[in-house]
């Protein structure tokens, strides 16, 4: 184009909503969709929910028999657990589906979606979108609630706002991760499980207090794969605790920074994996 | 225009008409690797297509046939934009596919036979409602188009009707109808009629004729059943091995493969192949049954009578050249022979 920079942002600006309005149509085809089979629908929402519940019941139990779990009070291990639930919850429910990429590549289907005048990755995005998954944020959103009476924390308004910074870069940081493996899966078609263990497992290891893993573990975490910052960190400077690294304390607030660089390169991942698929065409 | 010969008429129409479709010198290769031994793995390099060229003029309607593995789905890949050339210039009403994939989008249609691009689960008008958004195309135009297809394809009684409920053949209909809304200038089609009955393959032959001749939509249709192409195409395209062996009219493709009729006899006894009969050659014998490959241009009475003179005749068919043999000796041969180019060049030619 002759008018060079401007025109290349407003193509950029004009692609992005062009993918954010193809994202909403999809969805809803989705949801509208699921809801053919409303009883369905509602077993799944139910279970989805029932499962979750279960699973910080586990926690629980334990505290019937211990007073604290790595220095943490069960108020605080269920801080963790809603943070952390809610987090990967929301990018589960916005892009979770980008897993079943390599599905669609093996299939050939990814081809249709490349046929349409929207961004693939919105498409994908919003592929088989499942309302059930609310079942997971609802779940972490109770056990927080119930945390946050209980935990000694002197609320002022910087500390009530990085409650719903956290929710944004978590969401980011997972987000970022199912990108990247989805991308992964543009070479390797059956390579899910291997991105699952970063969301689903990284949730489960976020749980609980960094405090009871080993070092080696939590530094991979904080440097490696960074998902120490979906609320590891953040919460442990709102709950007084020092770093079992030792970092500096300004560390603990590098949330939107490192949410923002893990995006940018999970986008570029995302757009090389796209552009060899294109030329490879498997 | 290249030296390409096709009937007069056609290519003075189409030296005046606008070239929708561009492809000059275009390359795929695709680098695989293969396992050598236990752990060694040897890098090969396949050409999918290897160096095609043609044209095709607004309006037109072009089969695009060859073998399983020829190159033709990778060539409708790289002209939709989905994969990028690895040579050679591609242009598609005058966009670069691989650079502007989602801006040609809105100006292509393409249907893949063996895959839907319907909601499953959704009533078949929620689908075309999805395209509407989906591609911006203003009320009055989408409810003129939707109209037209519904009443060409007949699908008024499955508007309603969830897409899973649907016969194959419904389903390609719906599927083609979708591709059309948002009115493109080409139309790829991808085994458009695999699967389907009879009546379903005649309908979606007569819609498509419809649509060309009413909208002028341009369609490029890639096929095994050769009764789409004999029904719809006045040009066929053969690809073999990534190249592009035949471009031409029905009519040359069949000069091309030989031209050749057949006669079969039946003979009273086993005999020794029959000689002797001015312009044909025994091409098979079995048993009593004998076959006799003659010039399409001639006629079989002369030939009957003669085999009738000299030996003890039972029963004859003659048999007209069957395009899929045709192709099948295109292939066989990479390329027509030298003698039928003389008959057949008026047609089309091999390339």
Known sequence: MASGRPGVLRDRAAEVAQGVSAYGLIVRMWVRSSLAYRTSFVMMACGNFAANALDFVAIMLMFSQIDALGGFSLPEVAFLYGTSGIALGLADLLLGSIEGLGRR?????????????????????????????????????????????????????????????????????????????????????????????????????????????????????????????????PALRLLGRPDPLGLPGWVDFLGPAVAALMCAGAGLAWRWGLRSYRSTGS | MTGRARDDEGADAVDEAEQLIEVDGVEKVFTVRRRAGRLRRVREEVRAVDGISFRVARGEM?????????????????????????????????????????????????????????????????????VRRMYRIPDAAYRAHLERCVELLDLAPLLDVPVRQLSLGQRMRGDIAAALLPDPEVLY????????????KAKVRGFLREVNAERGTTVLLTTHDLTDIEQLCRR??????????YDGGLDGLRAAGGGERTLVVDLERELPPIEGVPGARTVRVDGPRQWLAFPASQSAAPLVAAVAAGYPLVDLSVREPDIESLIAELYAGGGMRADAAGAGGKDGRAL
């Open chain 2, 189 to 200: 089609l991808d085994e458009p009629t695999i699967g389907l009955d009879v009546v379903s």
């Open chain 2, 236 to 245: 066929v395209m053969v690809i073999d091995h990534g190249r592009l062996v």
């Open chain 2, 62 to 130: 072009v089969g695009y046939i060859g073998p399983n593995g020829a190159g033709k789905s990778t060539t409708i890949k790289m002209l939709t934009g989905i994969l990028v050339p690895s040579g050679g210039r591609l242009r598609v009403a005058g966009i670069d596919p691989a650079q502007q994939r989602t801006r040609l989008a809105r100006r292509i249609g393409v249907v893949f036979g063996q895959r839907t691009t319907l909601w499953w689960d959704l009533p078949l008008k929620d689908s075309y409602e999805l």
């Open chain 1, 105 to 233: 590549v093996r299939d050939g289907t990814l081809d249709t979606l490349l046929l349409r005048p929207a961004p693939v990755f919105a498409q994908i995005a919003a592929d088989r979108f499942a309302l059930r998954r609310l079942g997971r944020i609802t779940q972490a959103l109770l056990v927080l609630g119930w945390s946050l009476p209980r935990i000694e924390v002197d609320w002022t308004v910087g500390r009530v706002l990085m409650l719903p910074l956290m929710a944004v870069c978590g969401t980011a940081i997972f987000g970022a991760v199912f990108t990247a493996g989805a991308a992964f899966q543009f070479w390797a078609q059956d390579a899910a499980e291997v991105q699952n263990s970063f969301t689903y497992g990284g949730n489960a290891m976020l749980q609980y207090p960094p405090t009871v893993f080993a070092k080696e573990l939590v530094r991979g975490v904080t440097f490696l794969v960074p998902l120490a910052f979906v609320n590891w960190l």
